[in-house]
């Protein structure tokens, strides 16, 4: 990508990745990304903020020759993760008089992540609140942990209320233009999908910051991934509503089945919440990628998984599925356990104590042997009546 103007002497500097298909090998990426990075030049000093992606050197390289940038007096980074520190040694050795600029937390990261040892003398630490004066234009340091690592923060061009955000608002979401009209649904998708995967299980942190950046009052956000906002921007109407401890009147129901019995619970599941005017929807977990159950699950109130048995326990992908809702903590007030099984007996037992961490209220599962007859309709019933009182106030 083309070195790009944000605002005077402000430039987008940074790789877009358009074919990336998985990042960080997990989170399903369908809109590949962008890894930013920005050049700040003051009168006196020039500032880099993050790097990127060590594969992605030459366009990086070449985007800072294209600025006729041959030299650097801070590296300043803002997170630790390799997707933004990646390149970090071969731009110390590229600049050898670039000091690094960054906060307690983030040089320990660096240092041990890049083996960067006895290169004290390259960093400088700041913290909250803390400037440096480029000549002009004036960087101001906010410390911002945990959105979504411990070492996160973020910086201002005090002048130019021009906030740099790191991974925070930012979105897997590869785009030619530098600002992006974040009204556009493919947008919106992926952005629910980014919050979900890396901002969700940090929700009060969202929550924080979010007023942080209302403080602040930025003219432009620049995150670390994805498209630049020109604000006020929706996606940050979005997140205080995705981060907020107000679920949806919303059913997730994500099931497998191998012969048959575990769909037909779910189609019976389904096909009663509707009756009940439950808003509800189902998910094939073979056909579901983590990223769509991941932000399905973003707001919705009840999370039911269903599963066949293998063996003694649950089919490996509902395993899979339990995971990822433990691991991304919503905001669910209520979890599900179904099944079915021939011989073995712990699948849903099973879900259920992969579930707890979640805090959610465990509803009181559905497990039956081979196909499903009166008896389970009437325990399938008696689910739906549970979730339609529960969500009756929703
Ligand atoms: Fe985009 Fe946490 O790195």
């Not at 110390?92 to 040089?107: G, I, Q, R, S």
């Not at 998708?189 to 602040?216: G, H, Q, W």
Request: hydrophobic fraction near 45%; charged fraction near 20%; charge should be negative.
């Amino acid at each position: 990508m083309a070195a790009r103007e944000i605002v005077e002497n402000i430039y987008a500097v940074g790789t877009i990745n358009w074919d990336l298909r998985y990042f960080d090998a997990i989170m399903p990426t369908p809109r590949g990304s962008s890894y930013n990075a920005y050049l700040v030049r003051g009168t006196e000093k020039v500032a880099l903020v993050d790097t990127g992606e060590p594969n992605d050197e030459a366009e990086f390289i070449t985007n800072l020759m294209r600025l006729d940038q041959n030299s650097l007096d801070y590296i300043v980074c803002l997170h630790g993760e390799q997707d933004h520190s990646g390149m970090l040694p071969l731009l110390l050795d590229v600049f050898p008089m670039a000091k690094v600029v960054t906060n307690e937390v983030c040089k320990g990261l660096l240092v041990e992540m890049h083996n960067l040892y006895e290169m004290d003398d390259r960093f400088i630490i700041v913290g909250q609140d803390d400037t440096i004066d480029l000549g002009g234009k004036t960087l101001k340091f906010y410390l911002a942990p945990w959105v979504h690592w411990p070492d996160t923060m973020f910086a201002e061009v005090v002048e130019d209320k021009v906030l740099f955000t790191s991974d925070f608002l930012g979105t897997h979401y590869a785009s030619e233009t530098l600002f992006q009209n974040d009204d556009l649904p493919d947008y919106l998708e992926a952005a629910k999908r980014y919050y979900a995967a890396i901002m969700m299980p940090f929700r009060a942190s969202v929550r924080e910051y979010l007023e942080l950046v209302k403080t602040i009052d930025p003219k432009i956000i620049a995150p670390s991934h994805g498209p630049v906002l020109k604000m006020p921007a929706k996606i940050v109407d979005l997140y205080a509503d995705w981060a907020s401890e107000t679920p949806k009147n919303k059913v997730v129901v994500a099931y497998v089945s191998m012969h048959g019995s575990t769909k037909q619970m779910t189609n019976f599941l389904v096909d009663a919440l509707i009756q009940r005017g439950v808003p509800v929807n189902q998910y094939n977990l073979l056909d579901t990628d983590s990223g769509v159950l991941g932000s399905a699950i973003v707001d919705a109130a009840t999370i039911i998984l269903a599963t066949p048995t293998v063996l003694f326990g649950p089919h490996p992908v509902a395993v899979n599925a339990a995971y990822l809702v433990r691991a991304l903590r919503p905001k669910t007030k209520y979890l599900g356990v179904m099944g079915s099984y021939g011989w073995g007996t712990n699948a849903v037992n099973y879900l259920a104590e992969m579930l707890e961490p979640v805090g959610a209220e465990i509803l009181e599962p559905v497990y039956i042997k081979g196909l499903p007859d009166e008896t389970t309709i009437v325990d399938i019933n008696k689910l739906a009546d549970v979730i339609a009182e529960k969500h009756k106030d929703l």
